[in-house]
T-cell receptor, first 114, second 111 residues
Framework: ETGVTQSPTHLIKTRGQQVTLRCSSQ?????VSWYQQALGQGPQFIFQ???????GRGNFPPRFSGLQFPNYSSELNVNALELDDSALYLC???FGGGAGQPQHFGDGTRLSIL | SQQGEEDPQALSIQEGENATMNCSYK?????LQWYRQNSGRGLVHLIL?????REKHSGRLRVTLDTSKKSSSLLITASRAADTASYFC???????????FGKGTSLLVTP
């Protein structure tokens, strides 16, 4: 069973730039959720994709957007980067939509904004 | 905003001792989950307890849930140095698609 993989592991950008983060879900899973974790904080829900559709969204501005592909892998895109976007971005996969099952997390992408 | 809040924020114990972490939350839930995070890594699911359950066990882990007090506890028995990590509770609220995490408890187990 292949686990959740995220790329890249680290990324450095400057304010105003755009970034794309990638996530491959665990085999057999059709749901991907993205979370932002600032230093010393718990993860904050960004959005969830279920069967290629956005299934729910947290309190993040529209410059945070995403995609899910037919193989259920996913991308997180962030436009007009701000200093506060510096964080660990985590994706989690599961089966069946929602959050009522254990979530399987990748090791995240560490994004630093200069 | 964060739904759950863990207590204590930090806990330091010796190997062999038990570790207890508590979680309080604000609104009604469908289920509550506990996760572990080693430094710089992703979260690992430990246990899920549904709102109609009161206690669950998994190996050295024991989780209780008191929905009347909106609280949960995680007990790790016979702690090992490898248990050193941050522990988070997460609630699945009525929206159903998001997990709401607390700020976590940082556990240090010394040999």
């Amino acid at each position: 069973e292949t686990g959740v993989t995220q790329s890249p592991t680290h990324l450095i950008k400057t304010r105003g730039q755009q970034v794309t983060l990638r996530c491959s879900s665990q085999s057999g899973h059709n749901t991907v959720s993205w979370y932002q974790q600032a230093l010393g904080q718990g993860p904050q829900f960004i959005f969830q994709y279920y069967r290629e559709e956005e299934n729910g969204r947290g309190n993040f501005p529209p410059r945070f957007s995403g995609l899910q592909f037919p193989n259920y892998s996913s991308e997180l895109n962030v436009n007009a980067l701000e200093l506060d976007d510096s964080a660990l971005y985590l994706c989690a996969s599961s089966f069946g939509g929602g959050a009522g099952q254990p979530q399987h997390f990748g090791d995240g992408t560490r994004l630093s904004i200069l | 905003s964060q739904q759950g809040e863990e207590d204590p924020q930090a806990l330091s114990i010796q190997e062999g001792e038990n570790a207890t972490m508590n979680c309080s939350y604000k609104t009604s839930i469908n289920n509550l989950q506990w996760y572990r995070q080693n430094s710089g890594r992703g979260l690992v699911h430990l246990i899920l307890i549904r709102s109609n359950e009161r206690e669950k066990h998994s190996g050295r882990l024991r989780v209780t849930l008191d929905t009347s007090k909106k609280s949960s506890s995680l007990l790790i028995t016979a702690s090992r140095a490898a248990d050193t990590a941050s522990y988070f509770c997460a609630t699945d609220v009525s929206s159903g698609y998001a997990l709401n995490f607390g700020k976590g408890t940082s556990l240090l187990v010394t040999p």
